[in-house]
Structures are given as C-alpha cells and as structure tokens.
C-alpha cells in the first residue's frame, strides 16, 4: 500500500482566499476528482466550477474522466487537470491501476468522487494509497431516472463504496436528510449548496412594457426532467391565449426519448408556441434572452444548476417543489413552485407569472440578490476548501 506522499504545506493558518495582490496561493493540499465525463448537466458543471476555484485557494484539482465525453472538450480547464482513463463497463477496474500510478507522480492528498461508479473506484484507490476519499452526493441515487433496475444497481454500488468513505458532501438539506435517514452518521455529513459565478443580470425594467413572455427550460432533456409535463401545460396555455412561449434547450438524452417527445409536440400542436433549439454551450447568454426559466422536474433533483443560473441572472424561476429545488426558490420570491407531474398546476403558475410586469420586475431583482447571496461559485468552492482542510489538517 503507498503511503500518503506528501505532507501540507502551509499550517492550518493559510487563508481560503487569494491575497489582495492577486497572487496564486501555496498550494496546501493535491485532490484528484474521479468523476464520469460522459455528459456535461448539472453535477458537472459543480465539477468544472470547483476546478476553476480551488486553485485560488491553493487546493490543486486534477478530474479523471472514467467515461469521457462532454467534460474534457467543454469544462475550460488547463488541459493538465484533465485526463482520461476510461473504463469498459460499470466493473472495470483496471482503472485502479492507472489512478494509483497518477495519484503518487501528483503528490495526491485526498480522493474526491462524484458517482456511484466512482465512489466504487474511489473505495479501491483509496485502499491501494492509503488516502482518505470524499463522496459529493449530487442527486438521490434511488431516484436518478427512470430506470429502477439501473437506480438499484448504482445505489448498492454506491452504498457498499461508502463504508470507507471519509466525508459526504451533500449538495442540499433534502439530500442531507435522505442519507440520514439511510443510515450515514451526522458525522460523515456536510451539506455545501451549489453555486454558480455571477452573470449579467437582465435589465427588467426596459421589458416593462412587452405584452409576450418568453419561457425556456434548460436541461439535459430526459423523463425525469417532466418535459412532457411542460408540453401539456403549454397546450393549456395554449388555450388560456396567453402570450407565452416555450423554448427547450439542450439535447436528449437518447435520440428514442426525442424522437417520441417531439412527436408529442406535434400532436399537441404547439408548434407556433414551442421550439427545440438543442444543446448550447454558452448558457448564461440562453438564459438572459428569457423573461423566466422552466423546471418541470419529476424528482431527482439535488440542487439544479440552471435554477442558480437563472437566479444570477435576475431571471425568476417556475419549478416543482421536488427535493433541494424549495431550498432555492421561495414561493412568490424569486419564482413559484409547482406540484410535480401536475400539466395544471404548471401552467395556473405560468400564468400568474405572466400576469403582471410590474411584480415579475420585483422578482428579478429578488432573484438575483438570492444568488449573491447564497449560491455563488466562490462560496461553494470556499466551503468544500474547508472540508478538505478539515480532513488533511494534522490533529
């Protein structure tokens, strides 16, 4: 077994944040991110975003792509803290080999895993080295789709990866709550929100005057997102001839689920009020083109990014009170909360949002405030910092 290789190298007094000279700090602790890499939603921009952070505050991030795909050519990070060492199936661990050997030539101080099939890798790596491992609980992984088979599976990998697990970082109260209640010590737990960096904020006030509203959901478009269930919410607004419309952006997460959905689309004939426009990479300027941003979500919600986005950028927000998403959204505040898997409730919520220009204004600069307040880029990275010095810090 290799020992840990390298001691900290400053004292438990080194500060979480840059010198007011702007100068890079000593670098006090080496983490290397196991995550997947295949998609490039929710959880990874949390990772891209630590990325960026951690080494203002002298933490080194490394990410191993076990399943590359949309992280390594999306995230923006020097290409020194991306590899990728891809896995061939869910228990493939060859991959052990590769990270220990990656692990000791970077000095690593601490394992930090992302998935279930990386808390597993994760578990093992820490055995070979030696080195203490945290697990960062994005979403319930009981309830991550729609597939229960698939759910049970990386929820027994996930859960029998976690006995060695040395801190769990949940991204949310709900999911705080929902590992208590399976058996992990308050000990083990720490909740760290999502956060995201600051955007432009819209200016409310020169649309004071617009009579059209238009709406977007911003997604990785599949079943659990309720797509469906903004598809015939849309056609009760529709009805309603409310001025509303409905753009969805990103891609499917199979090319079946967008055949059929956009085929419900159709049907329903909502084609002069809704409009696919695919996957972009530049959400901050797709979310300021919108009056507010959809979330029909069904479950499986941790804490949604794009609901953070949407809030630094003064857009409110309409979504389900699914999980972590009321930690974030105040009823009437800086959006309205319908119930999941309710085509009625959604809409009688798009419909009060529309109502007035005047309250939607003192929304948006609502919405934004929630964001500098709470949910900043900065302050989640500042707070995982101190997990980790937490850990590596000499008793």
Request: proline residues 6%; glycine residues 6%; positive net charge.
């Amino acid at each position: 077994m290799l020992a840990q290789t390298t001691a900290l190298s400053t004292s438990n007094q080194v500060p979480l944040v840059a010198s007011q000279t702007h100068q890079p700090p000593a670098v006090w602790a080496r983490v290397l991110h196991i995550i997947n890499g295949e998609h490039f939603s929710g959880a990874e921009r949390v990772q891209q975003l630590l990325g960026k952070q951690l080494p203002r505050l002298g933490v080194d991030a490394d990410f191993a792509c076990v399943k590359p795909g949309k992280f390594s050519a999306l995230c923006g990070l020097s290409s020194n803290q991306v590899i990728e060492t891809p896995m061939r199936g869910r228990f493939d661990l060859r991959v052990i080999k590769t990270l220990t050997k990656y692990a000791h030539q970077r000095q690593t101080n601490l394992i930090h895993a992302h998935t279930p099939r990386t808390a597993l890798i994760a578990a093992l790596l820490s055995v070979r080295t030696g080195l203490p491992w945290v697990y960062h609980v994005h979403s319930p992984t009981a309830r991550d789709s729609t597939r229960g088979f698939v759910n049970h599976i990386n929820r027994w990998i996930e859960w029998s990866s976690l006995k060695t697990c040395t801190q769990l970082i949940t991204v949310s109260r709900s999911l705080r709550r929902e590992m208590l209640r399976c058996g992990v010590p308050r000990s083990r737990l720490a909740v760290v929100p999502n956060g995201v960096p600051a955007i432009e904020p819209i200016d409310a006030r020169a649309r004071a005057d617009q009579h059209s509203w238009r709406i977007g959901m911003i997604a990785l478009m599949r079943p659990r997102k309720g797509v469906e269930i903004a598809l015939e919410a849309m056609k009760l607004i529709k009805d309603r001839n409310l001025p509303i419309t409905l753009e969805l952006i990103g891609g499917f997460e199979t090319q079946s689920y967008q055949t059929q959905t956009l085929q419900l689309l159709e049907s329903l004939g909502l084609q002069d009020c809704v409009h696919w426009s695919g996957f972009t990479d530049d959400v901050p300027t797709a979310i300021r083109r919108l009056d507010a941003m959809l979330l029909p979500s069904l479950f499986g919600e941790g804490m949604p990014m794009v609901v953070l986005e949407a809030l630094a950028a003064a857009v409110p927000v309409i979504a389900t009170s699914v999980e972590g998403t009321p930690e974030v959204i105040r009823e009437g505040v800086e959006g309205f909360l319908a119930k999941p898997a309710d085509s009625v409730s959604l809409a009688d919520k798009l419909a009060r949002l529309t109502s007035s220009r005047q309250d939607w204004c003192a929304m948006s600069s609502r919405a934004v405030n929630r964001h500098r307040t709470g949910f900043s880029d900065a302050q989640m990275a500042a707070k995982v910092a101190r997990i980790y010095r937490r850990l590596l810090a000499p008793n």
